[in-house]
């Protein structure tokens, strides 16, 4: 025995047995039999009502609650998260106090599918007792009307489709109580009556509907429904809000009702430094729009706000613009040092010059080795020629060749570039030194040259791959003109957001480039002729782009993304609203059936293939900078040799 049932026990000693104006016998067969709970809320007036309907429930091991309505008492004490998932809430409707009761749970939105109610009405209307204004008696209200009848009593199922729209109450019967046989009779089970298959039918009923269209002067239904019927883009409507225009089409087939829409420019904001939210979420926050034709970001705060009853549209947004060679941030494009790094230079330049040392130290050893072996015949007949002012014998010009450094090097730097070697050297320690040289020549020149072609044939990692990229970059930028950009730039405080502000954004704009802002069939000619992005949601773009765009153009095209966050997007309803339940259930089996993938594959185009096998890009001016810097730094030391001979030659002269 628990707290509860012990109180009872005890309060009970101090009363007298008497007469109950609600049957027990009803109760128990309604908690036990049709809705088979394990705890029940009894609200009544008399404290015998409250007894001996308590003790009779607890009899059945029901855990009972009793409230006495004469008492000042709130209902969000009563029915909290530490009821059990399924509680009968029993209220006397003859008692002063109900009245309040029953407004007080339409304002909370208790009337839902955690409580079963039993109004217990005998003597009152229906009508009466759940007038107009009490607006949250839904098609997920589970509230059982109980009358008299000549032989006992009848328990009904009320509901609406909605009371705030004016929908009349509907009324089914559960079940007779007989009360000379004390049996009860039950003719519709009770589950059923209150499943989406007994309430799906709202006979044509106008729910509030609302949605997101950026443009001007678009007030009315009629226009905001041919605008959303429309299947192609239209300025100012995100891709995802006709995407949900589509499944709330679903829901008016399914359900039988109409939509009555209202426009809102924007999705969020809030007014100056207050909490009253602007836009669409104010809408819905506020119970002014049963259902919405659009989406919402997924943000922490909005849980506590928003029911989200579908989860499907993958939200993407990103950068498009077409690569052109002067994109290239990797420095790949026909570039003449790029196949090599550095480092790879420094030691290639530094391994001709120890080659070089090697080479002239073999000669200048193998010329000191002759010259000690040369006989003393020939040693005379060098000295005869020296005083005959006669330069060299050939054999002595051979040697000064061989061992001249300036030479040794030229051969080195045209073994290096695969120009052959004139003349050829006779030695073997010379020859072997060369024959490496070539060998070292091909494998290096051939890695080069592969590495040039494949970078002029391959595209898959030209041009700019983040955002920090694109704003360094030298790409013109423009954004689809739509709201969440111009909130974007308003609240973040991301620095990519500041730093592309400051940098892209603000600069002043010519009369042949386009704006900041503007529509996707604008930004197709910019990005055909490149040197421009243009941000915007992509299934948007490349339905426009693979019409339009030939087959090396689709090629060229870049994707980048990362300045908004890749997210799914949440279809919201007000918080515990009364069709939450019921749509979310439908649209389970709409996912199930393949609806929804149906209309996501429509919606969602895909980005158009690269048909070419590959793409040719022209070496730029930046690729080939580094090789006009040599031949005029070759040009240069020409010239400064040149010099130097000729101050060289003036000075022997003169001295």
């Known amino acids: 025995m628990n707290f509860r049932q012990l109180t009872f026990v005890i309060v009970l000693c101090e009363f007298r047995a008497g007469d109950s104006s609600m049957e027990s016998s009803v109760l128990l067969e309604f908690t036990t039999r049709l809705v088979k709970t394990q705890e029940s809320v009894i609200f009544a007036c ?77 003597h009152a209307d229906i009508d009466h007792l759940l007038p107009l204004k009490l607006d949250y008696v839904g098609p997920n209200a589970q509230i059982t009307y109980v009358n008299r009848t000549e032989d006992g009593y009848a328990l009904w199922d009320i509901h609406s489709k909605g009371r705030h729209l004016k929908s009349p109450l509907e009324v089914h019967l559960i079940a007779k109580y007989l009360i000379d046989a004390k049996q009860l009779i039950i003719v519709r089970d ?111 705060n909005r849980f506590a706000e928003f029911d989200t009853i579908h989860q499907s549209w993958k939200f993407e947004v990103a950068f498009l613009y077409r690569f052109t060679p002067d994109l290239d941030t990797q420095g790949k494009s026909g570039n003449f040092l790029a196949p090599f790094s550095g480092r790879v230079w420094l030691f290639t330049s530094a391994t001709l010059m120890a080659t070089n040392f090697i080479w002239f130290l073999i000669d200048y050893i193998s010329n000191r080795y002759k010259n000690i072996a040369r006989p003393k015949k020939a040693k005379e007949q060098v000295k005869f020629f020296q005083r005959s002012n006669l330069r060299t014998t050939p054999e002595a010009t051979a040697d000064k060749s061989k061992s001249n450094w300036i030479e040794h ?50 595209s898959s990692d030209h041009g700019p791959a983040s955002v920090a990229e694109i704003i360094s970059s030298p790409l013109k930028i ?84 990362g300045l908004m966050e890749v997210q799914i997007i949440n279809w ?33 185009i895909r980005k158009p293939e690269c048909q070419s096998l590959y793409t040719v890009y022209p070496v730029s001016m930046s690729g080939v900078t580094s090789a006009f810097f040599t031949l005029l730094g070759g040009a240069l030391l020409a010239m400064l040799s040149f010099c130097v001979e000729l101050v060289t030659v003036k000075w022997r002269q003169q001295k």
């Open 46 to 122: 008399s404290k015998q009502d409250l007894l001996f309907n308590a003790v009779a429930l607890m009899q059945s091991n029901q855990l009972i609650y009793p409230v006495n309505l004469n008492n000042s008492n709130s209902l969000t004490d009563v029915l909290t998260r530490e009821n059990y998932a399924r509680t009968a809430v029993i209220v006397d409707t003859s008692c002063e106090g109900a009245p309040k009761l029953l407004m007080e749970a339409t304002g909370y939105r208790y009337f839902n599918k955690t409580y079963q109610w039993l109004l217990w009405g005998v």
């Open 190 to 300: 009770i589950f059923e009556l209150q499943s989406i298959r007994y309430r799906s039918q709202f006979n044509g009923l106008t729910l509030r509907g609302a949605t997101v269209i950026d443009q001007e002067d678009i007030v009315t239904n009629e226009q905001i429904v041919e605008i959303l019927a429309r299947p192609t883009k239209d300025p100012g409507v995100a891709a995802f809000v006709k995407y949900h225009y589509e499944l709330l089409r679903l829901l008016k087939d399914q359900f039988n009702f109409t939509v009555n829409f209202r426009n809102s420019r924007g999705w969020a904001g809030r007014l100056g430094n207050t909490t009253f939210r602007l836009g669409l979420l104010g809408i819905v926050m506020r119970n002014e729009a049963d259902v919405a034709a659009t989406g919402a970001f997924d943000r922490l």
């Open 409 to 458: 090097t030229l051969h080195i730097f045209g073994a290096a570039c695969q120009q052959g070697m004139e003349p050829i050297p006779t030695g073997l320690p010379s020859r072997s030194l060369v024959l490496t040289v070539f060998l070292f020549s091909v494998v290096m020149y051939n890695y080069y040259t592969s590495s040039v072609v494949g970078g002029l044939l391959s």
């Open 478 to 561: 423009s954004f689809e003109d739509i709201g969440y950009y111009k909130i974007l730039f308003k609240e973040s405080t991301n620095p990519l957001v500041t730093q592309l502000i400051s940098k892209k954004l603000s600069a002043a704009r010519g009369p042949n480039e386009m704006g900041v802002y503007g529509h996707i069939e604008d930004a197709i000619p910019y990005l055909k002729r490149g040197g421009f992005a243009f941000h915007c949601e992509v299934v948007d773009a490349y339905p426009i782009i693979a019409e339009l765009f030939d087959a090396n153009e689709i090629c060229d095209l870049r994707q980048v993304s």
């Open 572 to 604: 919201i309803l007000h918080k515990n609203s009364q069709y939450s339940e019921l749509f979310k259930t439908a649209m389970c089996k709409a996912r199930e059936a393949g609806l929804v993938e149906r209309i996501l594959r429509e919606r969602q």
